[in-house]
């Protein structure tokens, strides 16, 4: 069995480059002049009824469902990945519910 290697960014969804880290980050710091042509992109997916309107994470979070920030990095290293000019690059996202339950 052959090892597999991946270089991972992760964001909280608080973050104020969550949009476009995936791209600037992971594929132009971390991936490029690498070894390593493998990257994921992992979300902590924070949002939930319990978080606290006092909060600044909260506001500063997408207003928008766990669901579609999962098709949205989808779609975005779909459309990284087609535009790299990085040999044999496999992009991938993942949103974690790291919600309270």
């Known amino acids: 069995m052959n090892p597999v290697k991946a270089i991972i960014e992760v964001k909280g969804c608080w973050h104020p480059e969550l ?5 600037s980050q992971l ?3 971390y991936l490029q002049d690498n070894q390593c042509p ?6 902590g997916w ?9 909060d600044y994470r909260k506001k500063q979070a997408p207003s928008y469902s766990i669901q579609k920030a999962r098709n949205h990095f989808v779609d975005q290293a779909i459309e990284v990945s087609s535009k790299s000019e990085i040999p044999h690059l496999t992009l991938r996202s993942f949103v974690l519910n790291t919600a309270l339950p």
């Open 19 to 23: 949009e476009t880290a995936m791209e």
């Open 38 to 43: 493998n990257g994921l992109y992992l979300v």
């Open 27 to 29: 594929v132009g710091r």
């Open 46 to 54: 924070f949002m939930c009824d319990k978080s606290s309107n006092q």
